[in-house]
């Protein structure tokens, strides 16, 4: 079975900064696509980036130019740097990993459980 857990989420002030991490964990895997989606109060789900096991990213909405995404194969681990964050990036954010089971070849969508970032003004 495989585990996505989020951390690094917390309170921050417009303009300041936060470093998101996934880190995807189990037996007999391997982890292809990993993408941030982000939820604020009343609103759907959105994807806020996305990053290939080769390291193709693709950024979604307001976040193009702020956000950086990036991964470390070894670790099975996502990060989301976040910068120049505005009140409107306040939201749970949430990690999904495009899993394969190495001895299955079974496809399977993990998400995490969600880490919240609050950005007062």
């Known amino acids: 079975q495989v585990q996505v857990v989020e951390s690094g989420g917390g309170l921050v002030q417009a303009g300041g900064s936060l470093r998101l991490s996934c880190a995807a964990s189990?037996?007999?895997?391997?982890?292809?696509?990993m993408y941030w989606y982000r939820q604020a109060p009343g609103k759907q789900r959105e994807m806020v980036a996305a990053?290939?096991?080769?390291?193709?990213?693709n950024y979604f909405g307001s976040v193009s130019g702020r956000f950086t995404i990036s991964r470390d194969n070894a670790k099975n681990t996502a990060y989301l740097q976040m910068n120049s964050l505005k009140p409107e990036d306040t939201a749970v954010y949430y990690c999904?990993?495009?899993?394969?089971?190495?001895?299955?070849?079974?496809?399977?969508?993990?998400w995490g459980q969600g880490t919240l970032v609050t950005v007062s003004s």
């Open positions: 999904k990993a495009n899993t394969i089971g190495t001895m299955t070849g079974r496809f399977l969508e993990v």
């Open positions: 189990g037996r007999d895997f391997s982890v292809n696509t």
């Open positions: 990053i290939s096991s080769e390291g193709i990213t």
